[in-house]
């Protein structure tokens, strides 16, 4: 927020703990503001359009997640993947014990809240076995449990009604793996469950009836047609099921609301990305195709979200990583306009259905959260049509910006200097799990703004004074929000700083960079004249409402950080 501002005005006009008196600045030359607008649409942008319909949220990203870990979540409401523990209410992440020498390939929630994870030892082309344990939440406790009769990597493993987990295919050291087998977690035994055609890159859905779909995995060039096979935990027998239209692995297969299973993109046996997208109706062992993937995708995850629908994330389109999502209205038959994630996806995701409806999406390059439909929020303080009602609600509904407890947004009250870095670092999704503890003066600062002021401080995009302080419920001056919103979008990479420095708000002597990096991407700051005529107000504190409008406006605009 700035620098160092015992030696600028932002300091003195914070009050009088600083000292000083408040210094004169003459009025400088101007430029018209076209120049600037110019110069923005010349400079390249990345985002994409707004959401009209559900809303990504950042949430803390922890170091040295790995997007191959399965994630669970817990009976206590946490999300479980590899080594750590996501607490969702607190926004927070937690370290736990993970057995030696086992990389989870996947995992399956058991009927008493238990975790079974199976894992492979060392990679496929010098395969040395695989581990299987158990993680006890109550306890924070893995315990290694028996191994299975055919050792294997990335097989499936599915849930059955009677508690017991049915594994399928996957590959060991010879190829892909035929035998099936199930595992009884009251016995700690595993038993044989026959043999299917050798499948690995493909999916093992349980039916409403209790049996198991399980589909292709006919890629990499091996020249078989597309399969399908249902297995009958009563019998422990394997039938075969109508061939699908299309072949493929890497794909996804969800159960709908009605029974059927969407079965969605994925590769050809040629290694070719699909966008084909099939129905299967277990009743009448029958597949129909429906509308295809807006672009061909493989790699991906697919969610049911409580309205029916299918959430897409993550994958490869066109053999790059994506941060586009695809949501499929089973009802009509069409996937739906739905607003991408916050940062490219890692390629490989995990994404967890949690209790209220949202989803979690884990990757390697950020964590984040879907809600499907996020009413519009209300303050009793904020009516509409007052000022900053549009921002305000926006920013709420997208959870960047917070009202008071008791109903209020206070949108006159001046907005403090961890609040400020709360609502910046929110709103252009800047996070990270770990950072320096720059500031000794917290005092009654809660944990999650003094991580904010932290975060920002880490990311050189909020600074203190001189006497190594941050002063975090002191006022933020106008042209302070105006340097944060410009610093956390140069950080995020959202805009470039420019080369030419046309003279625009002459009278402004400090953050002279962010100020023109603003007015290049979003404009006019709130309320402020054309860049010809002098800011009178900038060394003034923002009120809560105006810089929630400074934000909207910024996210809003090409090239903002807002989807």
């Known amino acids: ?291 295809p993937l807006p672009a061909a995708r493989v790699g991906h995850t697919a969610t049911r979200l409580a309205d029916g629908s299918v959430l897409l994330t993550g994958g490869l389109v066109g053999g790059v990583t994506t941060a586009a999502v695809e949501r499929y209205d089973p009802g009509a038959d069409r996937w739906m306009s739905t607003p991408g994630m916050r940062d490219r996806s890692g390629g490989r995701n995990n994404a967890v259905a949690l209790a209220d409806g949202s989803v979690l999406v884990l990757n390697d390059e950020t964590t984040e959260r879907f809600y499907p439909a996020r009413p519009a929020p209300s303050f009793a303080d904020l009516p509409p049509g007052a000022p900053g009602y549009e921002a305000v609600t926006q920013l709420a509904a997208r959870d960047i910006a917070r009202g008071y407890g008791d109903g209020r947004f206070g949108p006159g009250d001046t907005l403090l200097r961890a609040q400020a870095t709360g609502l910046v670092s929110r709103g252009v999704g800047l996070d990270i799990g770990g950072y320096d503890e720059r500031f000794p003066d917290r005092g009654a600062t809660d944990a999650e703004l003094w991580r904010r002021v932290n975060i920002l401080a880490s990311a050189r995009v909020a600074r203190g004074y001189e006497d190594g302080t941050f002063d975090p419920t002191g006022p933020v001056l106008k042209i302070q929000v105006i340097s944060l919103i410009a610093r956390a979008h140069q950080s995020r990479g959202y805009w470039q700083v420019r080369t030419a420095k046309p003279t625009v708000y002459g009278n402004v002597p400090v953050e002279r960079e962010d100020l023109l990096l603003y007015l290049a991407y979003a404009g006019t700051p709130p309320d402020a004249p054309p860049g010809n005529e002098p800011w009178v107000d900038w060394d003034q504190p923002a009120s809560r409402a105006w810089a929630a409008r400074a934000l909207w406006q910024a996210l809003n605009a090409p090239g903002g950080g807002a989807r």
């Not at 009976?75 to 590899?82: C, Q």
């Not at 595992?183 to 050798?198: H, K, L, N």
């Not at 006919?218 to 027998?237: F, L, Q």
């Open 1 to 291: 927020m700035g620098t160092n501002y015992t030696r600028d005005v932002t300091a003195q006009a914070a009050g009088a703990r600083r000292g000083g008196t408040r210094p004169r600045w003459g009025d400088g030359a101007g430029l018209v503001l076209a120049l600037l607008l110019l110069l923005a649409r010349a400079l390249p942008t990345v985002a994409a359009p707004l959401p009209a319909t559900g809303v990504w949220v950042s949430a803390t990203q922890p170091i040295g997640l790995h997007p191959v870990d399965p994630a669970i979540l817990l009976p206590n409401g946490k999300v479980l993947t590899g080594g750590l523990r996501y607490d969702i209410a607190a926004d927070t992440w937690e370290p736990q014990y993970t057995p030696p020498q086992i990389n989870p390939y996947t995992a399956v929630r058991l009927a008493d809240g238990r975790v079974l994870a199976l894992g492979a030892v060392g990679e496929v082309a010098a395969f040395n076995g695989s581990r299987e344990a158990l993680y006890d939440a109550a306890a924070d406790r893995w315990t290694f449990v028996a191994s299975m009769l055919t050792r294997r990597d990335r097989g499936t493993a599915t849930l059955l009604a009677d508690g017991s987990v049915l594994v399928v295919g996957g590959a060991d050291a010879a190829g892909a793996v035929a035998a099936a087998e199930r595992y009884d977690p009251a016995a700690d035994r595993w038993t044989a469950a026959g043999t299917t055609a050798p499948r690995v890159g493909h999916t093992a859905t349980r039916l409403a009836d209790g049996r198991v779909l399980v589909v292709d995995g006919a890629y990499g060039g091996t020249g078989r047609g597309a399969t399908a096979e249902i297995y009958d935990p009563a019998t422990n027998s394997w039938t075969a099921a109508a061939a699908p239209r299309v072949a493929r692995g890497g794909h996804t297969a969800t159960l709908l609301v009605d029974g059927t299973v969407l079965v969605a993109g994925g590769a050809d046996p040629a290694g070719a990305d699909a966008a084909t997208v099939e129905r299967y109706d277990p009743a009448a062992d029958a597949w129909a195709t429906v509308a």
